[in-house]
């Protein structure tokens, strides 16, 4: 729809699916941006995870820590969706401070997942994956660690793209951890996904960490032609999926085939690696990011009012940075991280892409217990992708009793548009 009707339309859904818990504050000059929108987003409604700041509107990240911070700037995505006529309708719930893989360690209780009701919709970017899912906008931006967009993207049934590091500006995004971070856009179709790529896309000279690449207009390259496309599957993949996931990932891999595309075995021998990987570096850089939070400037100290699973992450953080001297724990995170990296890397070198399941369970149920080891394990198969600083997308594959499953494809750097060609070819239910 789009224009100040769509936005109009998007804001009464919203007011009416109160109970997903999708948003945890609105934009009261919605309707007025709409008016006045211009260019290549005219009038779309846009949500914005609550770490990135939009001008005006709260970045609480979800915690009670920074409950009442109101962003005095826009993100440096958030200037250029503006920009280009999309208007934010609000902020999405998440896991606080980004911290976790289902949406429930949010302080202002847990999203719903509209595609599987009663169950998780994933996280951490839970509340911009739901409003997606439940039509109460029409894309989203969410930020990817270690799989906080292709988790819930998976879950949800959804598109979701994390950029290769450093395309997507993340100046105004609240850390989780600073080397791993990316903002990227989730949306309902492979074609919004792309426009809103390409929009957040792009140097930002106030940056030292963007590239300095123009990205191509991804949206108007899209192609279903993927003929000859290599698409590379480990086994390795198997060995931590429940099968039921991979079964459907495979029916994926056989509809590409057919469209023309040469399904090849690659290997993967370190994927089960890169787990401790991600947590001892996300650890480290979070307990870092985190001390500007003592009560000071923003909001109330962290440590007095977070959730145990921020709390559990700075103490560790903080144990394993003192024992640094030692060089025992971070500096061999770092060297399993390039191993990690020249993995995916070599993996790539014969392929276009690599394709597999994104997330190796079903979603829990909303409420049922887990234990952070078990909760840590979803991330299995998203955390090597951001160690190794590459883009990745996923799309619905199919599902398991009902439940969305998403298959990822990961790409070299920069390699967005053959990832995003490949879900696109997925996406018109041919073959
Ligand atoms: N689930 C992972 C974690 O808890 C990833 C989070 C993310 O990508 N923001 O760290």
Redesign the pocket.
Known sequence: MGGVEGVASYLESIEEGKEVNAFLDLNPRALEEARLAEGKLAGLAIAVKSNISVKGLRAACASFTLENYVAGYDATVVERIRKEGGVVVGMTNM?EF????SGETSAFGPTQNPAAPGRIPG??SSGSAAAVAASLCDAALG??????IR?PASHCGIVGIKPTYGLVPRYGLID?AMSLDQIGPMARDVHTAALLLEVIAGPNPKECTTLKVEPPEYSRLLSRKIDGCRIGYAREFEEFTDPRITSVIKKSLDRLERMGAEVVPVTLPNLGKGLSTYYLT?FVEFFSATRKFDGRRYGRKIEEVCGREVLRRILLGRYISQKEYSGKYYKKALQFRSLIKRELLGALEGVDVIAGPTVPKLPHRLGESMDPMAMYG??VLTVPTNLAGIPAGVIKAGEVDGIPVGLQVQGEPLGEQKILNVLYALEDGGC
């Open positions: 896991d980004a911290c976790g893989s996280g951490s930020s990817d660690t270690g799989g906080s988790n989780l996300v979803y991330d």
